[in-house]
T-cell receptor
């Protein structure tokens, strides 16, 4: 079934650890996004990609990095996690037409102790 | 860049009442306005959208209206039900741009 997947769904780690949040989509979309969202709150765009080898930073300053080596895969990496990174991270994708809706993944709930 | 204001931040209604959420945008070139619903603990999902060449769009109990002159658009939910309780986000983007600007969200609570 075409969908967008995120792993892990929940992650609790200690300060200073390096982590990678995985996002994959089987929808054939070229546009992909990462948002940071505290539960039920505003969506903050932190990274986006228009296609393979294309990555851009969003509006929210973030200490994370992303890569886009394959169309379907858009991982987000935190080199050194801090308690301020505790939040929910939502991955999204969108099709070719600029009027297309964004499809969101189920999210990763990150807690940094 | 685009700026989207969304009001109210919280809306509490009785089951069966109507609910209206309003958004204003700043970029007159914006021409696509989606609405997303996010239930507690779940992902945002598109519920309805409208393009700038249309003034109103309806899908069963939900409708969206757009006033391009005033640069505002609204979500209307009639005969609200407890399952309508969620956070609703409006967004705006211009043709050719793949980066929507989201409003801050409205928490709708429908009391049985």
């Amino acid at each position: 079934e075409a969908d967008i997947y995120q792993t892990p769904r929940y992650l609790v780690i200690g300060t200073g650890k390096k982590i990678t949040l995985e996002c994959s989509q089987t929808m054939g979309h070229d546009k992909m996004y990462w948002y940071q969202q505290d539960p039920g709150m505003e969506l903050h765009l932190i990274h986006y990609s228009y296609g393979v080898n294309s990555t851009e930073k969003g509006d929210l300053s973030s200490e994370s990095t992303v890569s886009r080596i394959r169309t379907e895969h858009f991982p987000l990496t935190l080199e050194s996690a801090r308690p301020s990174h505790t939040s929910q991270y939502l991955c999204a994708s969108r099709g070719q037409n600029s009027y297309n809706e964004q499809f969101f993944g189920p999210g990763t709930r990150l807690t940094v102790l | 860049g685009e700026n989207v204001e969304q009001h109210p931040s919280t809306l509490s209604v009785q089951e069966g009442d109507s609910a209206v959420i309003k958004c204003t945008y700043s970029d007159s070139a914006s021409n696509y306005f989606p609405w997303y619903k996010q239930e507690l603990g779940k992902r945002p999902q598109l519920i309805i959208d409208i393009r700038s060449n249309v003034g109103e769009k309806k899908d069963q109990r939900i409708a969206v209206t757009l006033n391009k002159t005033a640069k505002h658009f609204s979500l209307h939910i009639t005969e609200t039900q407890p399952e309508d309780s969620a956070v609703y986000f409006c967004a705006a983007s211009r043709g050719g741009s793949y980066i929507p600007t989201f409003g801050r969200g409205t928490s709708l609570i429908v009391h049985p």
